[in-house]
């Protein structure tokens, strides 16, 4: 049925936003510089503020700069505002679809907003969630045989991440300046950071949540989880190689985090759930639900050198892949009370898949530099160099429709200069 859902704003066959998607966002325009909320259609940016102002809407949450009361009314709220939304931008409603003014007014052309992230994010938390990396990690660090933590299969490994560093897609990406220690032995150095790389990750931002020292069981998280956004957790390898020990990542990962901008909810996804990977052993209680379930959602990664017109694609796979689900991440960080607030961001790890052409990072595709891998323009990469763009992008895809999450882009700039770092101290 959702197939034949049509809107009087025109959508073509592959784009990301039909009428089926009806992701959530925060934008301004020039015309306009006050950030509030839209959902996306096609190439255009329906301003939901503007519909509150004008009645259609009923609800009071999108004159806002950020998603974070909306995400917090909770899920009957989500689905009933998405149904008048459906229904409002239907061929068949004539409320907005006849009303010349205000539609001159909230439907905006894409290429003449500004998006911004999608939410205040107060706190985020980035899992170790896909076998698949946690085993190529493990292999390139311990060895074939190690490649899996003790823990690994018994608990969703994760991490508190930076909140201040994450950026909207399009935010330029500075090469970062660290201490590292070259070839593994002797003295450290100081510089820029020669083993930059990307993560593909998918994130959820939080719905509701919860009160300190309340957790939430594993079979109420999917109430608690507001929508999805692809995530770029850039991390410098040999900045984390040199400090990761005994606390984990620091420096080499908190520089910079992008997501996409438009957040696309658990209602969207729903045709496209499917079941997850065997889990074996059983989980703990606590983690184990009736269904192990996830989403079927397409993810590439393309790569574009300065010298390269158009982006090359350098990797393909799926969320479906990953083995510790979403709900039992959020299960797992609240079962000792941790609370999590509206909007928090908890993002999946890197999402590689089962062959070399889908793995999510650098780092595997060129298995820690030992194979290169050949781009487009003639050159080769073990790491990114300056000047090249990174875009993440991912879609499930319905019978003559797509359930898309746009892009996560960002490209390298050269690091700050050392001099620029030193000081008079006192
Ligand atoms: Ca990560």
């Not at 879609?395 to 882009?409: D, I, K, L, P, S």
Request: aromatic fraction near 10%; proline fraction near 7%; charge should be negative.
């Amino acid at each position: 049925m959702a197939e034949k859902l049509r809107s009087f704003v025109e959508v073509q066959e592959d784009s990301h936003f039909p009428l089926q998607n009806l992701p959530y966002g925060v934008f301004s325009t020039a015309e306009e510089p006050r950030a509030r909320c839209g959902t996306r259609i096609g190439d255009f940016v329906l301003d939901l503020a503007a519909l509150e102002e004008a009645s259609l809407l009923a609800t009071r949450y999108f004159d806002r700069p950020g998603l974070n009361a909306f995400m917090a009314a909770g899920q009957a709220v989500w689905t009933a505002t998405r149904q008048r939304l459906q229904h409002l931008l239907s061929a068949e409603t004539p409320d907005l679809r006849d009303d010349t003014a205000l539609l001159a007014r909230a439907l905006v052309p894409v290429d003449r907003v500004t998006m911004h992230l999608p939410a205040q994010i107060g706190d985020y938390t980035d899992f170790y969630s896909s076998r698949y990396h946690a085993e190529n990690v493990g292999h390139m660090v311990r060895g074939a045989a190690n490649a899996l933590m003790p823990n690994w299969r018994h608990l969703p490994v994760a991490y508190h991440g930076r909140a201040s560093s994450l950026v909207v897609s399009g935010t330029p990406i500075r090469r970062p300046l660290g201490q590292m220690q070259p070839g593994d032995a002797g003295a450290p150095v100081f510089g820029p950071s020669q083993a930059l790389d990307f993560e593909l990750e998918l994130g959820f931002l939080v719905g509701p949540g919860n009160e300190l020292g309340d957790p939430i069981p594993v079979s109420q998280a999917y109430r608690h989880i507001f929508g999805f956004v692809l995530v770029n957790d850039w991390s410098a390898r040999d900045i984390q190689r040199w400090e990761y020990r005994p606390l984990g990542p620091f420096l080499g990962k908190n520089f910079a985090t992008t997501l996409s901008p438009w957040v696309v909810t658990l209602d969207a996804l729903e045709p496209f759930i499917c079941n997850g990977p065997v889990q074996d052993p059983e989980p703990l209680s606590y983690l184990r639900s009736k269904n192990h379930w996830t989403y079927d959602i397409q993810l590439e990664i393309r790569l574009r050198s300065a010298a390269m017109d158009t982006p090359a694609t350098v990797s393909r796979t799926n969320f479906r892949h990953l083995y510790w689900n979403v709900c039992q991440q959020l299960a797992h960080h609240t079962v000792n009370g941790c609370n999590l607030r509206p909007g928090d961001l908890l993002a999946s790890g890197t999402i590689s898949g089962p062959v070399p052409d889908s793995y999510g990072s650098l780092l595997e595709l060129a298995w820690g530099g030992s194979r290169p891998i050949a781009l487009p323009d003639g050159s080769q990469r073990v790491y990114l160099e300056d000047g090249d763009t990174v875009i993440l992008t991912g879609w499930c895809q319905g019978n003559g429709y797509r359930v898309g999450f746009g892009e996560a882009r960002g490209a390298v700039q050269a690091a700050r200069p050392i001099t620029e770092t030193m000081g008079e101290m006192r």
